[in-house]
Protein backbone atom coordinates (compact mmCIF):
# COMPACT_ATOMS: atom_id res chain seq x y z
CA UNK A 1 0.00 0.00 0.00
CA UNK A 2 2.94 2.38 0.83
CA UNK A 3 4.34 1.61 -2.49
CA UNK A 4 1.22 2.80 -4.20
CA UNK A 5 0.84 6.04 -2.64
CA UNK A 6 4.47 6.58 -3.51
CA UNK A 7 3.86 5.56 -6.74
CA UNK A 8 0.91 7.72 -7.35
CA UNK A 9 2.92 10.67 -5.30
CA UNK A 10 5.79 10.67 -7.73
CA UNK A 11 3.46 10.64 -10.90
CA UNK A 12 1.30 13.16 -9.38
CA UNK A 13 5.03 15.05 -9.02
CA UNK A 14 6.01 14.44 -12.61
CA UNK A 15 2.67 16.09 -13.83
CA UNK A 16 2.78 18.97 -11.62
CA UNK A 17 6.37 19.39 -13.09
CA UNK A 18 5.57 19.21 -16.74
CA UNK A 19 2.38 21.03 -16.23
CA UNK A 20 4.37 23.78 -14.70
CA UNK A 21 6.81 23.73 -18.05
CA UNK A 22 4.65 23.98 -20.47
CA UNK A 23 3.10 26.89 -18.71
CA UNK A 24 6.37 28.57 -18.94
CA UNK A 25 6.88 27.46 -22.13
CA UNK A 26 3.58 28.93 -23.74
CA UNK A 27 4.39 32.75 -21.60
CA UNK A 28 7.92 32.32 -23.44
CA UNK A 29 6.20 31.57 -26.65
CA UNK A 30 3.66 34.28 -26.22
CA UNK A 31 6.40 36.67 -25.69
CA UNK A 32 8.73 36.02 -28.22
CA UNK A 33 5.85 35.91 -30.75
CA UNK A 34 4.27 39.03 -29.75
CA UNK A 35 6.26 41.92 -31.08
CA UNK A 36 5.22 40.19 -34.67
CA UNK A 37 1.15 41.10 -34.24
CA UNK A 38 -1.34 42.10 -35.45
CA UNK A 39 -1.78 38.79 -37.04
CA UNK A 40 -3.69 38.45 -40.44
CA UNK A 41 -5.35 35.35 -39.09
CA UNK A 42 -5.01 33.24 -36.13
CA UNK A 43 -6.13 29.68 -36.34
CA UNK A 44 -7.87 27.97 -33.34
CA UNK A 45 -8.50 24.26 -33.30
CA UNK A 46 -11.63 22.56 -32.57
CA UNK A 47 -13.14 20.10 -29.50
CA UNK A 48 -15.97 18.05 -29.53
CA UNK A 49 -19.49 19.32 -28.58
CA UNK A 50 -21.92 17.83 -26.50
CA UNK A 51 -25.21 17.87 -25.03
CA UNK A 52 -25.43 21.51 -25.70
CA UNK A 53 -22.44 22.03 -23.09
CA UNK A 54 -18.91 23.40 -24.56
CA UNK A 55 -15.80 21.58 -22.82
CA UNK A 56 -13.68 23.64 -20.91
CA UNK A 57 -10.98 23.18 -23.39
CA UNK A 58 -13.24 24.67 -26.22
CA UNK A 59 -14.19 27.57 -24.09
CA UNK A 60 -10.53 28.49 -23.00
CA UNK A 61 -9.80 28.34 -26.54
CA UNK A 62 -12.46 30.30 -27.73
CA UNK A 63 -11.79 33.18 -24.82
CA UNK A 64 -8.17 33.31 -25.78
CA UNK A 65 -8.70 33.55 -29.61
CA UNK A 66 -11.24 36.61 -27.78
CA UNK A 67 -8.61 38.61 -26.12
CA UNK A 68 -6.13 38.29 -29.03
CA UNK A 69 -8.83 39.36 -31.35
CA UNK A 70 -9.73 42.45 -28.77
CA UNK A 71 -6.03 43.40 -27.59
CA UNK A 72 -5.59 43.72 -31.26
CA UNK A 73 -2.85 40.92 -31.69
CA UNK A 74 -4.92 39.11 -34.02
CA UNK A 75 -7.19 40.78 -37.32
CA UNK A 76 -9.07 37.28 -37.71
CA UNK A 77 -10.00 34.62 -36.18
CA UNK A 78 -10.10 30.94 -38.19
CA UNK A 79 -11.76 28.39 -36.13
CA UNK A 80 -11.24 24.43 -37.84
CA UNK A 81 -12.82 21.22 -37.21
CA UNK A 82 -15.67 19.04 -38.52
CA UNK A 83 -17.91 17.10 -36.80
CA UNK A 84 -15.62 13.77 -35.45
CA UNK A 85 -16.81 12.73 -32.44
CA UNK A 86 -19.94 14.04 -32.07
CA UNK A 87 -22.79 15.41 -34.22
CA UNK A 88 -21.86 19.06 -34.15
CA UNK A 89 -19.14 20.68 -36.59
CA UNK A 90 -16.65 21.91 -34.23
CA UNK A 91 -16.00 25.34 -36.16
CA UNK A 92 -18.86 26.61 -36.69
CA UNK A 93 -20.20 25.48 -32.27
CA UNK A 94 -16.80 27.96 -32.14
CA UNK A 95 -17.99 30.36 -34.47
CA UNK A 96 -21.19 30.99 -32.80
CA UNK A 97 -19.71 31.21 -29.30
CA UNK A 98 -16.92 33.79 -30.72
CA UNK A 99 -19.75 35.85 -32.32
CA UNK A 100 -21.72 35.74 -29.23
CA UNK A 101 -18.99 37.12 -27.40
CA UNK A 102 -18.30 40.02 -29.52
CA UNK A 103 -15.98 39.18 -32.35
CA UNK A 104 -18.01 40.65 -35.52
CA UNK A 105 -18.15 38.02 -37.72
CA UNK A 106 -17.25 39.42 -40.70
CA UNK A 107 -13.49 38.81 -38.63
CA UNK A 108 -14.55 34.86 -38.73
CA UNK A 109 -13.67 32.03 -41.16
CA UNK A 110 -14.22 28.31 -40.28
CA UNK A 111 -12.59 25.54 -41.66
CA UNK A 112 -14.61 22.33 -41.57
CA UNK A 113 -13.04 19.54 -42.56
CA UNK A 114 -10.14 18.72 -40.46
CA UNK A 115 -11.11 15.76 -38.27
CA UNK A 116 -6.93 15.86 -36.54
CA UNK A 117 -5.37 18.50 -34.15
CA UNK A 118 -1.98 18.29 -37.38
CA UNK A 119 -5.25 18.74 -39.70
CA UNK A 120 -6.61 21.65 -37.83
CA UNK A 121 -2.89 23.39 -38.31
CA UNK A 122 -2.24 22.59 -42.22
CA UNK A 123 -5.90 22.81 -43.66
CA UNK A 124 -6.34 26.12 -41.46
CA UNK A 125 -2.93 27.50 -43.08
CA UNK A 126 -3.88 26.48 -46.66
CA UNK A 127 -6.82 28.30 -45.93
CA UNK A 128 -5.21 31.51 -44.91
CA UNK A 129 -2.99 31.85 -47.46
CA UNK A 130 -5.87 31.33 -49.97
CA UNK A 131 -6.75 34.48 -49.09
CA UNK A 132 -3.55 36.24 -48.72
CA UNK A 133 -2.81 36.43 -44.96
CA UNK A 134 0.67 36.63 -44.43
CA UNK A 135 1.18 36.54 -41.16
CA UNK A 136 -0.58 33.63 -39.48
CA UNK A 137 -0.34 32.25 -36.15
CA UNK A 138 -1.64 29.52 -33.84
CA UNK A 139 -3.68 29.88 -30.50
CA UNK A 140 -4.49 26.76 -28.76
CA UNK A 141 -3.55 25.56 -25.28
CA UNK A 142 0.16 25.08 -24.43
CA UNK A 143 -0.07 20.77 -24.93
CA UNK A 144 -1.65 20.82 -28.16
CA UNK A 145 0.73 24.41 -28.96
CA UNK A 146 3.44 21.38 -28.19
CA UNK A 147 2.23 18.74 -30.10
CA UNK A 148 2.21 20.79 -32.98
CA UNK A 149 5.15 22.52 -33.08
CA UNK A 150 7.31 19.43 -34.74
CA UNK A 151 4.61 19.25 -37.46
CA UNK A 152 5.15 22.65 -38.52
CA UNK A 153 8.84 22.32 -38.81
CA UNK A 154 8.33 19.24 -40.72
CA UNK A 155 5.46 20.77 -43.29
CA UNK A 156 7.55 24.19 -43.57
CA UNK A 157 4.47 25.74 -42.01
CA UNK A 158 5.54 29.85 -41.15
CA UNK A 159 3.41 30.38 -38.70
CA UNK A 160 3.96 31.84 -34.98
CA UNK A 161 2.71 29.71 -31.52
CA UNK A 162 0.85 32.12 -29.70
CA UNK A 163 -0.45 29.77 -27.06
CA UNK A 164 -2.55 30.39 -24.04
CA UNK A 165 -1.52 32.28 -20.99
CA UNK A 166 -3.48 31.27 -17.81
CA UNK A 167 -2.26 33.77 -15.79
CA UNK A 168 -4.15 36.35 -18.23
CA UNK A 169 -6.56 34.11 -19.16
CA UNK A 170 -7.56 33.98 -15.55
CA UNK A 171 -8.36 37.16 -14.92
CA UNK A 172 -11.53 37.54 -17.43
CA UNK A 173 -14.83 36.37 -16.40
CA UNK A 174 -15.99 33.60 -18.22
CA UNK A 175 -19.38 33.50 -19.11
CA UNK A 176 -21.86 30.51 -21.29
CA UNK A 177 -23.67 32.71 -23.38
CA UNK A 178 -26.58 31.08 -25.29
CA UNK A 179 -25.69 29.76 -29.05
CA UNK A 180 -28.40 27.55 -30.89
CA UNK A 181 -26.07 24.31 -31.51
CA UNK A 182 -28.49 23.17 -34.32
CA UNK A 183 -26.57 25.56 -37.28
CA UNK A 184 -23.70 23.03 -36.70
CA UNK A 185 -25.68 19.90 -36.31
CA UNK A 186 -25.10 17.17 -38.71
CA UNK A 187 -27.67 14.68 -39.48
CA UNK A 188 -26.94 10.73 -39.64
CA UNK A 189 -23.58 11.40 -38.26
CA UNK A 190 -21.27 9.03 -37.38
CA UNK A 191 -18.53 9.07 -35.32
CA UNK A 192 -14.73 8.74 -35.89
CA UNK A 193 -13.82 5.37 -34.41
CA UNK A 194 -17.45 4.11 -35.69
CA UNK A 195 -15.49 4.79 -39.17
CA UNK A 196 -12.11 3.90 -38.75
CA UNK A 197 -9.96 1.77 -37.06
CA UNK A 198 -7.13 3.19 -33.82
CA UNK A 199 -4.47 2.97 -36.06
CA UNK A 200 -5.74 4.51 -39.48
CA UNK A 201 -6.71 7.52 -36.15
CA UNK A 202 -3.37 7.52 -34.98
CA UNK A 203 -1.86 8.20 -38.83
CA UNK A 204 -3.97 11.18 -39.08
CA UNK A 205 -3.34 12.30 -35.13
CA UNK A 206 0.33 12.60 -36.83
CA UNK A 207 -0.39 13.93 -39.70
CA UNK A 208 -0.30 11.01 -42.26
CA UNK A 209 -3.80 11.41 -44.13
CA UNK A 210 -3.75 15.02 -44.56
CA UNK A 211 -5.29 15.81 -48.32
CA UNK A 212 -3.03 18.36 -49.82
CA UNK A 213 -5.91 19.07 -52.60
CA UNK A 214 -8.15 20.45 -49.87
CA UNK A 215 -7.33 24.05 -50.14
CA UNK A 216 -5.16 24.29 -53.21
CA UNK A 217 -4.93 28.00 -54.31
CA UNK A 218 -5.72 26.66 -57.69
CA UNK A 219 -9.25 25.81 -56.83
CA UNK A 220 -12.34 26.86 -55.32
CA UNK A 221 -12.11 27.14 -51.71
CA UNK A 222 -15.49 28.11 -51.61
CA UNK A 223 -17.11 24.89 -51.01
CA UNK A 224 -15.63 24.60 -47.95
CA UNK A 225 -15.12 28.15 -46.62
CA UNK A 226 -17.91 30.00 -44.38
CA UNK A 227 -17.24 32.92 -43.78
CA UNK A 228 -19.96 35.77 -42.12
CA UNK A 229 -22.86 34.77 -42.80
CA UNK A 230 -21.63 31.10 -43.32
CA UNK A 231 -22.66 31.07 -47.12
Same mark, same amino acid.
Given at each position: ??????????????? &??????????? &?????????????? +??? @??????? /???????????????????? %???? %??? =?? $?? $???? $?????????????????????? =?? #??????????????????????????????????????? !??????????????????????? =??????? =??????? @????????? !?????????? #?????? /??? &?????? /? +??? #????? #???
Amino acid at each position: MLRFFKLNFLLLYIF &LICTSCLKQAA &LKSFKDNKPNAPYD +AII @VPGFPFE /DSVWHDVMKIRVYWSHYLYE %KGYA %KNI =IY $SG $SAVY $SPYVESEIMKAYGVALGIPVKN =IY #TESMAKHSTENLYYSYQLAKNHGFKKIALATDPYQNMML !KGFARKNELDVDFIPIVFDTLKH =IDKINPP =IDPKIAY @VENFVALPE !KVGFFERLKG #TLGYKI /DPT &LYNPVE /D +AAN #TLRQG #TGK
